[in-house]
């Protein structure tokens, strides 16, 4: 099944495979999210393109996947997938905006 959705700005586009009671899920995340700098505390905008791979398993799950990242769901809900993504994004430590880049991060007062 061919996937094309978009939460905030973020668009996840690929492909969803239903094997047994799991799905895999295979694509591309891409979009602009709003995001907060680590150093200064401004928003700006950070872009996104990444390649994904989400295996959908029904909880309680406790086993590992080298190639895909576990997602626990009782059914596929892509919505709450992009949700999730959007949150781990805006609290990346890696949110530095382009003043803060080239500045030291721990400088003495």
Known sequence: MNIHKTFENLTLKGI???RNDEYFITGTLEGEVEVECVKCLTP???????????????PPFNGFDK???IIEQ???DIEEILQSE?????????NICSK????EFNQEF
């Open 74 to 76: 009782e059914k596929l």
């Open 86 to 94: 959007v949150e781990s994004i805006k609290n990346s430590f890696d």
């Open 16 to 18: 969803s495979e239903k």
């Open 44 to 58: 700006f905008k950070k872009h996104i393109k990444e390649d994904v791979k989400f295996r959908i398993v029904k």
């Open 67 to 69: 190639n895909y990242d």
């Open 100 to 103: 803060c880049e080239k500045k």
